[in-house]
């Protein structure tokens, strides 16, 4: 009998304090606060503490957190000078990944200690940005940008990336970006960052799991392939047509549908209209070509399947990401630049959740339907005695 848990979904695998949704109010809380109502009033880095912390902090703790941040934002010479020597072509998540999970070799990993495990998580928050944005700068021959301590989390990153300190408008849109970006429960990233967690691996390891499982297109690299998307399809005239040929020919669609989300994913919405907002100042079609692809797919799809499609967080952030300049292939590493505050939390809850049922190793199990040559197990021929394989 084949397994009915495809993909694990609708299968409680733990508890969490961190993050709920919805799915079917399309509703998003952080530790109890409402998504949208941060994104109204708060800004990324005390997001990152109250991931981390469970409260929302003091003016003395926000202080405190927001200095220790911006203190480690360097990463040592030495990595970027390891960056130099890898193809300039070579793909962002690949180097991300590669580069988080070497900071172990730079930095001690008290992996055992719940304070230090804090600490190393406010290395991996502060240190992601800059990894991203040296390579960008390497790989182009461009000299590395120090990180600027007076400036916020949001700002810092553009900076470094560009050499230009961002107005206020451009900071808050990026901000508002990773405040939408910085936890979604049990998504594949975090699930696999908590399954390497479980089995004690240090946090730099699981995170670099964790981007690896967030770099696929089904997951964080949808919004790469939504630009992709928007750029062939060219203007706002051409939606109609390469929608319908592309849900004829069975494609996906990228940046709609959503596994638990069942009516408007809430971040695609705010993205939607900072989208909106930055086409206004810009006058690129972008947000015009999106919403139109947002609407035909949903039109496509209940005439096709007769269910309903919305839009999940990859659709406007492509077209946002776009008009803020960023290199398209550099859209996923800027999704995990805030999602790492999200894993960071889910790995120190998945070590050191004091609460019962406490976590286990994760170990699923899995229905074989394989080769079967009856209960003594199938013949083993000697290496000279066998028929050619037959492999696909
Ligand atoms: C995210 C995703 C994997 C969710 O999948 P899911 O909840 O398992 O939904 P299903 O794949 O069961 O979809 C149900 C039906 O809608 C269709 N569908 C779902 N998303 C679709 C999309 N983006 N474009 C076209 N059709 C889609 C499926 O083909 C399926 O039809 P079928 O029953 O005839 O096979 C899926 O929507 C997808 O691949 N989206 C595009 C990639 C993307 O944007 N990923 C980022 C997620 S945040």
Request: proline share 4%; aromatic share 10%; with cysteine.
């Amino acid at each position: 009998m084949e397994t009915k848990n495809i993909g694990l979904r609708n299968i409680e695998v733990a508890d969490t304090r961190i993050s709920s949704i919805d799915g079917e109010k399309g509703k998003l809380i952080y530790r109890g606060y409402d998504i949208l109502d941060l994104t109204k009033k708060s800004n990324f880095e005390e997001t990152a503490y109250l991931l981390l912390h469970d409260e929302l902090p003091s003016r003395r703790q926000f202080d405190d957190f927001k200095q220790k941040l911006a203190a480690e934002r360097t990463i040592p010479k030495r990595v970027q000078e390891n960056m130099g020597n890898w193809r300039k072509d070579a793909d962002p998540m690949d180097m991300l990944q590669a580069f988080v999970a070497a900071l172990s070799g730079y930095y001690d990993e008290e992996f055992q200690d719940k304070e230090a495990s804090y600490g190393r998580a406010i290395t991996l928050i502060a240190k992601v940005p800059t990894i991203v944005a040296s390579w960008e700068r390497i790989r182009n021959n461009k000299d590395l940008v120090h990180p600027a301590l007076e400036l916020s989390h949001a700002a810092n990153f553009l900076y470094m990336l560009t050499g230009k300190k961002p107005d206020s408008e451009i900071e808050k849109i990026f901000d508002i970006c990773l405040i939408l970006h910085a936890d979604h429960t049990f998504n594949a990233s975090t699930f696999a960052a908590r399954q390497v967690a479980s089995t004690r691996a240090h946090m730099y390891s699981a995170a670099s799991a964790a981007i690896g499982a967030l770099s696929g297109e089904l997951h964080g690299g949808a919004n790469y392939e939504v630009m992709k998307m928007l750029l062939d399809i060219e203007t706002v005239d051409n939606v109609e047509q390469w929608i319908k040929s592309s849900i004829s020919k069975g494609e996906k669609i990228m940046g709609m549908g959503h596994a638990v989300y069942k009516t408007y994913d809430p971040r695609a919405q705010v993205l939607k209209e900072l989208s909106r907002k930055l086409a206004d100042r810009t006058g690129d079609p972008w947000f015009e070509i999106t919403q139109k692809v947002e609407q035909v797919t949903i039109d496509e799809i209940k005439k096709q399947k007769g269910i309903d499609i919305y839009p999940n967080v990859d659709l406007y952030s492509a077209s946002l990401y776009y008009m803020l300049k960023f290199p398209m292939d550099l859209n996923t590493p800027i999704f995990a630049i805030s999602r790492v505050a999200g894993w960071a939390a889910h790995i120190i809850e998945e070590k050191f959740a004091e609460a019962a049922p406490k976590p286990a190793l994760y170990r699923p199990k899995a229905v074989y339907v394989g080769k079967y040559c009856g209960p003594q197990g199938c013949e083993y021929k000697p290496l000279d005695l066998r028929a050619e394989a037959k492999i696909d």
